[in-house]
């Protein structure tokens, strides 16, 4: 699969889309985004630097988890679980970040980007909003795939 098919398979949706149905759901559809993209990014990738399905399965576990004690949380008058609450979910947290930087490196490394190329995939970015950024800067590289100014994206 070259650059440009690999892209045009990590599109999904709109990154307003992506931040609704995370908000609505308490955070477990970006469990199953990431699932999806990592799943389409280790199809491209070799052995050592396919992304985890511990570290997704990690994820899927610390979402769910999550939004069970958020839901008891609101409506069980004694909180007896907050402790718990906010460690899994700095934990969660933490491991949405890891992957964002996995995920945020192997696409670099697949478009053989540089961080003077438009479709460099950025670090400050890549850490303020995750799998956010990361659906942000997919859609931007089908635009400018799709446009008549496209970017040359160099097989490696």
Known sequence: MNNEELVGQLKSQSTLRLFLLTLITLGIYSAHYIHRQTK????????????????????????????????????????????????????????????????????????????????????????LFTNLYFNFKINKLNEMINSADSINIQTP
């Open 40 to 127: 389409i990014m280790n199809h491209s990738l070799d052995g050592e630097h396919k992304i985890s399905e511990g570290l997704v399965k990690f994820i899927f576990v610390f979402a769910y988890v999550s939004v069970i004690l958020t839901i008891q949380y609101l409506f069980v008058p004694e909180r007896p679980t907050e402790p718990v609450h906010d460690l899994v979910d700095l934990i969660w947290g933490i491991l949405i970040v890891i992957w964002a930087f996995k995920a945020r490196n192997r696409m670099n490394m697949l478009l053989s980007a540089s961080n003077d190329q438009p479709h460099w995939f950025h670090g400050l970015w890549t850490f």
